[in-house]
């Protein structure tokens, strides 16, 4: 089966400043690769999704690029604030089915 | 209410017991999933019901048992848990099963003695 694996685990960054989380998956037939935010007491909420015929997709603050040859994907945040402390949740679905496959988390600290 | 609720927020229960966790859609979906989320571990899926229908048992043990009786509702009964159990079970939702996006409860946080 897929395999997702996530780094860092935990990141620390200044209020401002642009943070990275990076993912690797295993199984090239993946095509597509949401990204999901965890905060405190909650469930995961979804907050930016990419397909593979797209290498970026931004949202405001929030962008995410593929590169499908070395079967990585990335969670960029930019001026960082903190509420944006939160796990952040990467995941790969193969196929036509909505069967993630989610990386271990990282937790994400906006120190203000 | 809305979104996806799950019932009851903690649970804590003896080896011998049995519980249920219950978990509501309010959003007009068709596909409802169950996950365990263990400490510093990888959500892990157990089951995906579309349509009412049982479309994946991620080989989980029998002592779960999951149950959807309509598009709304999914239960998940618990008999002769282990403590390595204990974790935050998580329900999920979704319109359909192609690329859409799953809406998840605020989870039942289970701890087994």
């Known amino acids: 089966g897929e395999n997702v694996e996530q780094h860092p685990s935990t990141l620390s960054v200044q209020e401002g400043d642009s943070a990275v989380i990076k993912c690797t998956y295993s199984?090239?037939?993946?095509?597509?690769f949401p990204w999901y935010k965890q905060e405190l007491g909650k469930g995961p909420q979804l907050i930016i999704d990419?397909?593979?015929?797209?290498g970026e997709k931004k949202d405001q603050r929030i962008a995410v690029t593929l590169n499908k040859t070395a079967k990585h994907f990335s969670l960029h945040i930019t001026e960082t604030q903190p509420e944006d402390s939160a796990v952040y949740f990467c995941?790969?679905?193969?196929?036509?089915?909505?069967?993630?496959?989610f990386g271990s988390g990282t937790k994400l600290n906006v120190k203000p | 209410e809305t979104g996806v609720t799950q019932t009851p927020r903690h649970l804590v229960m003896g080896m011998t017991n049995k519980k249920s966790l219950k978990c509501e859609q309010h959003?007009?979906?068709?596909?409802m999933y169950w996950y365990k989320q263990s400490a510093k571990k990888p959500l892990e899926l157990m089951f995906v019901?579309?349509?009412?229908?049982?479309?994946e048992n991620n080989s989980v043990p029998s002592r779960f048992s999951p149950e959807c009786p309509n598009s709304s509702h999914l239960f998940l009964h618990l008999h002769t848990l282990q403590p390595e159990d204990s974790a935050l079970y998580l329900c999920?939702?979704?319109?359909?099963?192609?690329?859409?996006?799953?809406?998840f409860g605020p989870g039942t946080r289970l701890t087994v003695l």
């Open positions: 999920a939702s979704s319109q359909g099963l192609v690329w859409d996006e799953q809406f």
């Open positions: 199984d090239s037939a993946s095509n597509y």
């Open positions: 990419i397909r593979s015929n797209v």
């Open positions: 995941a790969a679905s193969i196929g036509n089915f909505n069967k993630f496959y």
């Open positions: 959003l007009g979906h068709n596909a």
């Open positions: 019901y579309n349509f009412k229908e049982q479309t």
